[in-house]
């Protein structure tokens, strides 16, 4: 009985030393920082976070869930007044109070929000706030008319078309 006991476990360390025999070593941990593997890593741009470059795997499916065409054109409709904050991980666009020389005792604040990837009307929302000074020099709020943001809104979805026909127009040739 003891020689089978010996025998059966000779054969059992045999055969997990002969599984063993196609083992890797663990790979050693990569350091994206080591100047050998640095050089040979893609390149990329600092665009490639909202294209989903080559490094850009925390983000879900490597894309930001917000329109690059309303971003710009968001942008590029509100150049004329100062930005606040930009995020374009969560599509706000905020801008500081601006005035116009021809009624300086009235000031707007405008906010955009995007919060789709698709190119349509409902992904887009502009809240516009505006102040009136009064006689003491203190700022109180004021009624804007449904029209203002509205306007903006269109103003910003006619930039956006404008900016994906040129795109599609230049992928043509």
Do not use: H
């Not at 045999?14 to 920082?33: G, I, K, R, T, W």
């Not at 606040?84 to 991980?89: A, E, G, I, L």
Request: charge should be negative; proline fraction near 7%; aromatic fraction near 6%.
């Amino acid at each position: 009985m003891k020689l089978s006991v010996r025998i059966l476990s000779v054969v059992a360390a045999a055969a997990l030393l002969a599984a063993c025999e196609n083992a890797q070593p663990p790979a050693e941990p990569v350091d994206p920082f080591d100047s050998q593997n640095f050089r040979t890593r893609p390149e990329g741009s600092i665009m490639d976070i909202f294209s989903g470059g080559p490094d850009n795997q925390a983000l879900d499916g490597g894309a930001i869930p917000v329109n690059a065409y309303l971003w710009r054109a968001s942008l590029d409709t509100l150049e004329f007044l100062p930005l606040t904050s930009t995020d374009p991980f969560s599509g706000v666009i905020v801008t500081d109070w601006s005035t116009n020389a021809a009624t300086p005792n009235e000031r707007f604040k405008v906010t955009v929000y995007i919060d789709s990837p698709k190119l349509e009307a409902t992904a887009l929302r502009v809240a516009v706030y505006r102040e009136l000074q009064g006689q003491g020099g203190a700022w109180t709020s004021a009624e804007v008319s449904d029209a203002t943001p509205r306007r903006i809104e269109d103003a910003i979805l006619t930039r956006a078309r404008q900016l994906r026909v040129a795109a599609l127009q230049a992928e043509e040739g």
